[in-house]
């Protein structure tokens, strides 16, 4: 539970970390940062259709690796 008046602080909660606990969650995907700035720098230089195939391919990517 959030504590309303500390809302960065939780009340309730086991404090006492594991080693699992303590790993970074979260870590950006190598694959998905590449074809994320693939994807941006293709936009940029005005290649659209080139940055919706980098669209397509990521999604593709996220729901074979991140979604399985």
Request: charged share 30%; aromatic share 8%; proline share 8%.
């Given at each position: 539970m959030i504590d309303q008046a500390n809302p960065g602080t939780e009340t309730g909660t086991n404090t006492a970390?594991?080693?699992?606990?303590?790993?970074?969650?979260?870590?950006?995907?190598?694959?998905?940062?590449h074809?994320?700035?693939?994807?941006h720098t293709a936009?940029?230089?005005g290649e659209h259709t080139k940055a919706t195939d980098?669209?397509?391919l990521l999604r593709s990517?996220?729901?074979?690796?991140?979604?399985?």
């Open positions: 970390a594991t080693e699992e606990d303590r790993r970074p969650i979260n870590l950006p995907c190598p694959d998905c940062t074809l994320r700035v693939s994807r936009w940029l230089a980098y669209t397509v990517h996220w729901r074979s690796v991140h979604r399985a």
